[in-house]
């Protein structure tokens, strides 16, 4: 891709320091409020501190290091700085130019599809800075037009080309030029493990609760049959007969609800516990009878319900919310179903992923703030729909920004990296080929694959249960990898930022 054909809705226009258009996060240099020595605005001492992180220095030595970063365009102090970002805030401005993976400053890389070197001296040739806050806040979506019919940005729509999203997420590069500058001018020890043990990257299994019943029609076709209806008679009959061949009598008619076919809870944990594994599942506490016709068909109020969460609780697995649909309309409040997830199941849930994975098309911290308003640790919903990969430019946990407090708002975001959706229903090979591309990718990144398999297509997409078998088996065969809860990784993360 040639510079003049850069998307440039990656970086924000931000020509006021008091703010953006559409409340977007200025990103120029502002008078206040100061990080060390040099001007910033929230967002860019955030981004800032947020590759730092990501290159493996924790919260009590960031603030050290950053001072040394001089974000601003003032040719006199950046030349004594150790890294000198000039900000770009220009509308229609070419996305960042930096050096990826190297020191020598001749070398000639490639950086979101352009070829750039690092620049003179101190200065870097691209605002990473900008680059990193629009990925963090996933303000290059804000003005996307191409929606889906529910309001979800495809993956082909976002600001991230293919090779970014899928293989090579940018701020592991921008983290690793920041900290080769800073480490060469003698500011900075050994970076702090990623992962525990010495683990080379982590994995999260989880699961979404949709459709874990099948409803039984054979009595409803059976009446609109025999006693008629607003169809021709003929149409329940035939309908009779394809549920009858497709799940019997037995399921259709007979069988009680935890004994027909998508009620999969056992086959998954008796898998994932062959393979030493443990998984969270995310169940819903608003259905489509009390909410939208989107939302989950069953009533997480029954007692068979209640009874499956103490038995994963005392397991070992995790259980969460699955927000309802119109949850980022606050319909209803995401606090209100914390509390019902609560009244029924005893205690309140540590992470949430929102159903549909649906957010603000407009601003999605503001899904995020409420979920951190509502004392959430950690939300697993940033991912794509209909693709893999990595929507905010990172495969790693995200301490999400928060515009009110100006920095990170202690909510911890898993982007979810991988689903069942993502892959093909019937074709096996293709699938398990698709999941060990993925976890390779990951493994190479020492990043973190959070993967989601829906409980309800068990028996339907075999692909799909057989992609899950691979990848247990997978993880279960590395050594390097750390496999664990949702719930423990956010917690991991949260304490090496503090050491």
């Given at each position: 891709?040639?510079?003049?054909?850069?998307?440039?809705?990656?970086?924000?226009?931000?020509?006021?320091?008091?703010?953006?258009?559409?409340?977007?996060?200025?990103?120029?240099?502002?008078?206040?409020?100061?990080?060390?020595?040099?001007?910033?605005?929230?967002?860019?001492?955030?981004?800032?501190?947020?590759?730092?992180?990501?290159?493996?220095?924790?919260?009590?030595?960031?603030?050290?290091?950053?001072?040394?970063?001089?974000?601003?365009?003032?040719?006199?102090?950046?030349?004594?700085?150790?890294?000198?970002?000039?900000?770009?805030?220009?509308?229609?401005?070419?996305?960042?130019?930096?050096?990826?993976?190297?020191?020598?400053?001749?070398?000639?890389?490639?950086?979101?599809?352009?070829?750039?070197?690092?620049?003179?001296?101190?200065?870097?040739?691209?605002?990473?800075?900008?680059?990193?806050?629009?990925?963090?806040?996933?303000?290059?979506?804000?003005?996307?037009?191409?929606?889906?019919?529910?309001?979800?940005?495809?993956?082909?729509?976002?600001?991230?080309?293919?090779?970014?999203?899928?293989?090579?997420?940018?701020?592991?590069?921008?983290?690793?030029l920041l900290a080769a500058r800073l480490r060469g001018c003698g500011l900075l020890p050994e970076p702090l493990p990623r992962w525990p043990g010495g683990k080379r990257y982590a994995a999260a299994l989880t699961h979404d609760v949709d459709a874990p019943e099948v409803p039984r029609r054979v009595g409803v076709l059976l009446k609109q049959m025999l006693l008629g209806g607003p169809r021709p008679r003929r149409h329940p009959y035939w309908d009779l007969l394809a549920e009858i061949r497709a799940r019997g009598l037995g399921q259709g008619c007979l069988f009680p609800p935890t004994r027909r076919r998508e009620w999969n809870f056992e086959e998954i944990c008796v898998m994932e516990d062959r393979h030493g594994l443990r998984s969270a599942f995310y169940f819903a506490v608003v259905n489509r009878a009390a909410g939208h016709a989107c939302d989950v068909s069953y009533d997480a109020s029954r007692l068979r319900y209640r009874r499956l969460c103490r038995r994963l609780l005392s397991g070992g697995w995790e259980i969460g919310l699955h927000a309802a649909y119109a949850t980022c309309e606050d319909r209803p409040p995401v606090e209100y179903q914390a509390h019902r997830f609560a009244q029924l199941f005893g205690d309140r849930p540590a992470g949430l992923r929102h159903h549909y994975l649906r957010m603000a098309a407009d601003d999605p911290l503001r899904t995020l703030a409420a979920d951190a308003d509502a004392g959430f640790s950690y939300d697993t919903t940033v991912g794509f729909n209909d693709q893999p990969g990595f929507r905010m430019g990172v495969a790693l946990p995200v301490e999400v920004f928060d515009p009110r407090r100006g920095g990170g708002g202690g909510l911890i975001e898993l982007p979810m990296t991988l689903a069942d959706m993502h892959l093909p229903k019937d074709d096996i090979p293709a699938a398990v080929e698709a999941v060990t591309r993925h976890l390779q990718t990951v493994r190479s990144l020492g990043g973190l694959a959070v993967l989601n398999w829906h409980v309800g297509a068990w028996a339907t997409a075999p692909a799909w249960r057989e992609s899950y078998a691979a990848a247990c088996r997978i993880l279960s065969e590395d050594s390097d990898v750390w496999v664990a809860t949702p719930r423990e990784i956010a917690d991991w993360w949260r304490q090496r930022a503090a050491r």
């Open positions: 891709m040639r510079k003049s054909e850069t998307p440039t809705s990656l970086l924000t226009s931000a020509s006021h320091p008091s703010g953006g258009e559409d409340g977007e996060v200025p990103l120029c240099p502002a008078e206040t409020p100061r990080f060390g020595e040099v001007p910033q605005t929230a967002a860019a001492s955030y981004a800032i501190g947020q590759l730092l992180r990501i290159a493996g220095w924790p919260e009590g030595l960031t603030s050290r290091a950053a001072a040394a970063i001089y974000y601003g365009s003032d040719a006199s102090k950046g030349q004594r700085a150790a890294v000198w970002v000039q900000p770009n805030c220009a509308a229609g401005a070419a996305l960042v130019e930096c050096l990826l993976g190297s020191t020598a400053e001749a070398t000639i890389r490639q950086a979101n599809g352009v070829a750039v070197s690092a620049g003179q001296g101190s200065r870097l040739a691209g605002d990473v800075i900008a680059a990193t806050a629009s990925c963090l806040t996933l303000a290059g979506e804000r003005r996307a037009v191409c929606r889906d019919p529910h309001g979800r940005l495809p993956a082909d729509a976002g600001p991230l080309p293919p090779r970014e999203r899928l293989e090579r997420p940018p701020l592991h590069d921008y983290a690793e």
